[in-house]
Every structure is written in C-alpha cells, then in structure tokens.
C-alpha cells in the first residue's frame, strides 16, 4: 500500500509538470504564430492586409492571453475588441503568474509587469515588445506559468524573434 502511495504521488507530479510543459509549447506557438501571421500577407477584416500581429498578455487576467492585429491604431499595442483574433483561455488551474523583461542595454531583468504586447510587422521577424504603456521596446520578455501545484515553466521573446520554453 505504501510503495502504490508513492508510485501514484510521483506519477500525478510527474503528469502536471508535463501538462506545464504543454501549455509553456501551446503559448510559445502562440507567439509563433502571431509572427507568422506579421510577417507574412494575412488578411485582418475585409481589405487589411498591412497589419502587424501580436500577442497581449495582461497580469490581471492571468488565465487568458490574446492573438491580435495592429489594426485600430498601428501603435504595437493591443488596443481593444477591434483589434482581436482570438482569445486564447488557460484552463485546470494554469495560469501566468508572472511577465518579466530585459529593458535597457543591462541585462537586468524586470518582473511584476502588469501588461506585455509582443508584436511582428512585415517584413522583419524581429519582436518589437512593450510592455505597461508601450513607450519602450526591450530586448527580452519571459512569461511565466505556474502549475496549481506550484510548478513554474517560462516562455522566453527575444527582440531578434527567437522564442524558446525554459
């Protein structure tokens, strides 16, 4: 009874620390498809075929993120309903618990960030990511996902378009 104790315990750790993993994969595709999405000729409405894609995350609503154009104002910023693709929801628990970024020529890093935009305009493959008000654009992002149980997985952004799981 003991050792089926301990071998149910380890495999339902073992079960919600790939189910994180899964979800850090699922939202670094995300971000990878909102650069497709900018950097190739994708429609957004009925004629708009200029507009930069991206993705807003918000600390206030940490069980969602969004998939949107640059349409409304082409500012690199989520601007509101007008400019939504897709809601994307986290579900059983998961959630971002945290939006950290690189700002400056230090590579300090910064965290307790309450809103990042991640955008991708054509022709370049390059992150122009912003985060609170949008005034700057910094070398990196890293969004981080915890597990009910307290697991943490990161989502990495770098300013060249290079998007990694941690």
């Given at each position: 009874?003991?050792?089926?104790?301990?071998?149910?315990?380890?495999?339902?750790?073992?079960?919600?620390?790939?189910?994180?993993?899964?979800?850090?994969?699922?939202?670094?595709?995300?971000?990878?498809?909102?650069?497709?999405?900018?950097?190739s000729v994708?429609?957004?409405?009925?004629?708009?075929?200029?507009?930069?894609?991206?993705?807003?995350?918000?600390?206030?609503?940490?069980?969602?993120?969004?998939?949107?154009?640059?349409?409304?104002?082409?500012?690199?910023?989520?601007?509101?309903?007008?400019?939504?693709?897709?809601?994307?929801?986290?579900?059983?628990g998961f959630?971002?618990?945290?939006?950290?970024?690189?700002?400056?020529?230090?590579?300090?890093?910064?965290?307790?960030?309450?809103?990042?935009?991640?955008?991708?305009?054509?022709?370049?493959?390059?992150?122009?990511?912003?985060?609170?008000?949008?005034?700057?654009?910094?070398?990196?992002?890293?969004?981080?996902?915890?597990?009910?149980?307290?697991?943490?997985?990161?989502?990495?952004?770098?300013?060249?378009?290079?998007?990694?799981?941690?």
């Amino acid at each position: 009874m003991v050792i089926s104790g301990v071998v149910l315990s380890s495999n339902m750790r073992f079960g919600g620390a790939i189910t994180l993993r899964n979800l850090a994969y699922d939202v670094a595709l995300s971000i990878r498809e909102a650069q497709i999405y900018g950097i190739s000729v994708r429609r957004f409405g009925i004629s708009d075929f200029t507009s930069g894609y991206g993705i807003h995350f918000r600390k206030s609503s940490p069980t969602s993120y969004i998939l949107f154009a640059d349409a409304i104002v082409q500012n690199g910023l989520y601007d509101g309903s007008g400019e939504l693709v897709e809601s994307i929801s986290i579900s059983r628990g998961f959630e971002v618990s945290d939006i950290c970024v690189v700002v400056g020529i230090e590579p300090t890093e910064t965290c307790g960030i309450s809103k990042l935009d991640v955008l991708f305009q054509r022709p370049e493959p390059d992150a122009q990511i912003r985060y609170e008000d949008g005034a700057s654009l910094n070398q990196r992002a890293r969004i981080i996902l915890s597990s009910p149980r307290g697991d943490t997985a990161s989502v990495l952004i770098e300013a060249t378009g290079q998007i990694s799981v941690q």
